[in-house]
């Protein structure tokens, strides 16, 4: 089990299993939310296998494939009204964690500095430094 704290509520993750479910929820996790798009993964990966295991240990299952084209302004505020924006802990996941943290960024754009997001990030693992110009840009 491979996950990383963004913020208190909120954690990313590389591919996660269906068989990690009940540890998740032991973790502390209420909410999982699927970044992945089924066409990256065998079946026994995809968001049905997530969605039916995660219910089953129960967990809330949300799914927001993201790619670097599907990676628009109204897909990361609904990622972040899944993840953030609810009552819960949440999981999202992809292939590295990579696409799920540069999301939880883009959605922190003028809510967080900068700094704040980057430092974060990187904390978990993530090296966001390519996107300080955005974020600062979005500074509020």
């Not at 996950?3 to 479910?21: C, G, H, K």
């Not at 992945?36 to 296998?49: C, N």
């Not at 704040?116 to 974020?135: F, W």
């Amino acid at each position: 089990m491979d996950i990383r704290q963004l913020t208190p509520r909120y954690f990313v993750a590389p591919q996660i299993s269906p068989e990690d479910m009940a540890a998740y929820k032991e973790a502390g996790i209420t909410r999982i939310l699927c970044n992945r798009p089924d066409e990256e993964v065998p079946p026994s990966l995809g968001a049905d296998a997530i969605k039916a295991a995660a219910e089953a240990a129960g967990l809330e299952f949300a799914v927001q494939p993201l790619t670097h084209s599907t990676m628009t302004e109204e897909n990361v505020m609904r990622n972040r009204q899944i993840g953030l924006d609810k009552e819960g802990v949440t999981l999202a996941y992809c292939a590295s964690g990579t696409r799920s943290s540069i999301a939880w960024a883009l959605g922190q754009g003028g809510l967080q500095s900068a700094d704040d997001i980057i430092k974060a990030a990187h904390s978990a693992g993530y090296d966001l430094e390519n996107m300080r110009g955005y974020l600062q840009q979005h500074e509020s």
